[in-house]
């Protein structure tokens, strides 16, 4: 077992993965109690056979070496489930890794599904059956045990052996640029933000009034400035339901906030509620604040309901057919569009997408196709 603690060693492991062509990431992070995350272990295994477990917390280690393996544009880095991951990195190297191929995502190409789980991903593709025993683990105690090691470096080895597998089928059908979009999707820093003002875009919206809505602009952004700044989650500071309640109800007192059902009893005598109550008065009293202006999509044309349904069939019938995840070939937005309209500008009208389900989808609104059941399975004829 391989554990780095120092920087030059490190930085020999980086020009050891010289050359390789892809090497597969992981991480082992704590945030439970926390709102950024705490990394505890960062695992690496290259198309070279070099791997190794890395120590953050080891005492004088500089991640920079590690930092700009992810950042060479000559490795593919391998993720499954890259979200969190690529939010540690983007946070520690203020920019994200860069390519990247996230194995959760190739396995809707692959027919395994939405959210496909690693452990099952691996038990198909390679059949085996990984090592649960430390998954619990505490990651940011320290010593870590042998066993404990093994198990965070085994799920690298084995995103390793299962990517070439994946890959291979991938090309073999025709389907990797099917995941450019997707991948695009996922190494667009907008989804990684945690400017405090843009905090309420997480919310669903109860009202679309403007004052509710700068009530909740305002709420939102206070409470992300105070679980930022004292490190905790956002539901420590006050929960969503409380964020809601103090956009409907715009407390001006310490009064207002004991009546309030969602928040915690005393919070009105506390500094943070006072500079709540003040955030919430300047906001209010700018004569040039922004209006927030509700954007309603426009209804469905009356009848379309019955096309949409049939729409959502042939989508499932061709995700069938072509062993792969609906939701990467259209959303239920996009199926609604293409029921309203013939030139739709969304994706499952372009590229690939087109060609495995909107031509037919168009075909099927206008009756030059026909889906039939027999023997209680759909198919789908020239009408």
Not at 110 to 132: E, F, P, S
Not at 319 to 334: C, E, G, K, T, W
């Amino acid at each position: 077992m391989r554990l780095i603690t120092k920087t030059a060693d490190l930085e020999a492991f980086r020009q050891e993965l010289a050359g390789a062509d892809f090497v597969a990431v992981d991480t082992e992070f704590m945030r439970e109690t926390t709102y950024w995350p705490k990394l505890c272990l960062i695992q690496a295994a290259a198309s070279n056979g070099v791997e190794a477990v890395i120590d953050p917390l080891a005492e004088g280690l500089d991640l920079a070496p590690f930092m700009a393996l992810l950042a060479d544009t000559s490795i593919l880095k391998v993720f499954h489930a890259a979200r969190q991951d690529l939010e540690i990195f983007l946070k520690l190297g203020d920019a994200l890794p860069a390519p990247v191929f996230d194995t959760q995502i190739g396995a809707m190409a692959c027919g395994y599904g939405d959210t496909i789980a690693y452990d099952a991903l691996v038990q198909q593709i390679l059949k085996r059956r990984l090592d649960k025993s430390s998954r619990f683990t505490d990651w940011s105690r320290r010593p870590l045990s042998e066993n404990q090691l093994t198990y965070a470096l085994a799920d690298v080895t084995h995103l390793r052996d299962l990517f070439p597998k994946m890959r291979d089928k991938l090309e073999r059908d025709d389907r990797l640029s099917w995941l450019d979009e997707e991948h695009a999707n996922l190494l667009n820093p907008d989804i990684y933000d945690t400017t405090p003002e843009n905090s309420w875009q997480r919310l669903k919206l109860r009202k679309t009034t403007a004052d509710y809505v700068l009530g909740l602009q305002v709420a939102a952004a206070w409470r992300e400035r105070q679980a930022q700044a004292r490190d905790v989650p956002r539901g420590r500071i006050v929960k969503d339901e409380a964020l809601y309640e103090i956009a409907e109800q715009r407390p001006k007192s310490a009064a207002d906030f004991e009546r309030m059902r969602a928040v915690p009893r005393g919070f009105g005598n506390s500094r943070s509620a006072q500079e709540l109550i003040q955030a919430l008065d300047r906001a209010f009293n700018d004569p040039n604040r922004a209006q927030y202006k509700h954007e309603r999509l426009p209804p469905l044309p009356p009848g379309l309901g019955p096309t949409v349904e049939l729409l959502k069939v042939l989508l499932r019938f061709e995700a069938d057919h072509h062993n792969v995840a609906p939701r990467l070939i259209a959303s239920a937005a996009d199926v609604e569009a293409i029921a309203a309209n013939d030139e739709a500008d969304v994706p499952a009208l372009r590229g690939w997408r087109r060609k495995v389900f909107g031509e037919r989808a168009l075909a099927l609104k206008h009756g030059r196709l026909a889906l039939k059941l027999k023997d209680g399975k759909v198919s789908v004829e020239d009408a």
